[in-house]
């Protein structure tokens, strides 16, 4: 059937090829165990029904389904919540493609004076904790009556993400051949249109890249939200997830559902475009 | 292109400069003004000179937070960087099972760190039924993990490590990635012991990689508010009230703004001195 050499057939080998595989698989299947089972755990006790969350000693599976936390949940508006994060999210990733795209193209493709200054900032930026940045922010946000709005979260999430996604636009475009810009531009394409109608449809991976990261930081983010936001009209997912914590005390069903919702989106997307993320989780960043 | 072309490369950069101005420097800049007058509930009542400072320093809360911050991250830096670098070993290779587990162990980096730490604290609670009945067996089936200051800080930096383990592998998994496959079929050629090389070979060439995902990981522990927000609370009597969740109480609780900013300051100094030393000590310790 095939070229390759029958395998010696001693059992002894076969035996330490059969042991080796499932001595890998064993460790492979502990860290599985390790990285999943508090989210399976979680999705698990939101199926229980109220009685049997508490019970000891614990059963794995629920021994009935039931879906009434979940509708508790929505029943308390969390349909709000999700549109509240959803809205914010896209809008932080198309405000920072756009003014990304612009910056990163204008340090990837022009000389002129302040260009190092500009690369250099773009790091420095990067590196500030956001922790240091909250007090003052929310006395900024206050002042210009941006506080306890979805516009507000828009602006702070595009603002803390805008270094990573210039730099890693930035890398891309450098990547790109830069004779077929000056083509068009010959062709009297202003530079914006050039970017738009050339550089950009060619720069889809990175851009899809970028855009990732500041959809998973935004959708994701408690502690920005938590303290720019007061009322239920702004709230965003996890700080509504948070405040839970604090209305039902010790009701974990309706707090486990609700945390199940927040993370079915993100683990979608993540599927979807993982090879994306991975990327660039590491873009630029290792090769120093 | 063009060197006529350096007005648009400025105007393409109009955008990025106003919203880092507005939501990243301009918040540095009038923290630090906040940080000189004495400010209660949002009202600037006085310029007080460095007051402020002097009682974020002699205070013993702070004291006390600034230690749990040294504890809490360099065992989280350890155990992390540890467990990120033997996935990484373990993961190395691109057959389809180990790009699985790769997936598998990312999820936890993906979902929202307040709800990690809330499905965590799900399982460490006594009502989860969990630990009593893990803990039982070894006669500690009374004990609550999150009452007892030693075992609040484990959980607390287990949280960390549950969490960011995978963003250490993938550091380190395109660092390993990067280096070129030559060199080690050279030296096992030569007869080189794993270890040997290991040791001799790739530990040198990862230098960088290492060094930023050190750093990387430092900053993100040093400034995270949810862990210990979520998971502990702080709690029991302040054990794992690290400086961040310090200030954010000093400015949203006590409404204490001009101390938080103070010691926001201080934080943000703190960081920028503490990336500096490492950056120098790893220039020195160039053969590692």
Known sequence: MSFVPEAPASTAWRRRVMARRLGRLAVNGAIAIIALFPILWGLSSSLKPSAQIAEYPPSLLPRAVTFEHYLRVFNDNVGHYIFNSALVSTGAVALCLIVGALGGYALARFTFRGRGVMMVMTVAIMSIPIASLLVPTFTTLSTIGLIDTRLGLILLYAAYQLPIVIWMLYGYFLSLPVEIEQAARIDGCSPYRTLRKVVLPLSRPGLVAAALFVLVFSWNDFVVAVTMTSSEQARTLPVAIYFYLGFYGREWGPLLAASIISIIPIIGVFIVLQRYFMSGLTGGGVKG | ?288
């Open chain 2, 1 to 288: 292109m063009r060197r006529a072309d350096w007005p648009v490369a400025y105007q393409m950069l109009v955008p990025a400069l106003l919203l880092e101005g507005a939501f990243v420097l301009a918040p540095l800049a009038i923290g630090f003004w906040y940080s000189l007058h004495n400010v209660r509930f949002f009202r600037m009542r006085s310029f007080v000179w460095l007051d402020n400072y002097w009682s974020i320093i002699t205070s013993p809360l702070v004291v006390n937070s600034l230690v749990v911050t040294v504890i809490f991250s360099v065992a989280a830096l350890v155990l992390t960087f540890a467990i990120g670098f033997g996935l990484a070993v373990w993961l190395q290779r691109d057959t389809a099972g180990h790009v699985a587990m790769r997936a598998i162990v990312l999820v936890p980096y993906m979902i929202a760190m307040l709800v990690g730490s809330m499905l965590l604290k799900w399982i460490f609670a006594q009502e989860s039924g969990l630990t009593p009945l893990l803990l039982g067996p070894f006669g500690y089936g009374n004990v609550s993990i999150l009452s007892d200051p030693k075992t609040a800080m484990a959980a607390l930096v287990y949280n960390a490590m549950w969490r960011d383990s995978a963003f250490a592998m993938i550091m380190l998994l395109a660092g390993l990635k990067s280096l070129p496959v030559q060199i080690f079929q050279a030296a096992r050629v030569d007869g080189a012991s794993p270890f040997y090389i290991f040791r001799r070979i790739t530990l040198p060439l990862l230098r960088i990689p290492i060094l930023i995902t050190l750093v990387r990981l430092f900053i993100h522990f040093i400034n995270t508010l949810t862990f210990p927000l979520i998971l502990t609370g702080g709690g029991p009597a302040n054990a794992t009230e690290t400086v961040v969740l310090r200030m954010f109480r000093l400015g949203f609780q006590d409404n204490v703004l001009g101390q938080a900013n103070a010691l926001a300051v201080l934080i943000f100094a703190g960081n920028i001195i503490l990336v500096a030393v490492l950056l120098l000590l790893f220039r020195q310790a160039k053969r590692l």
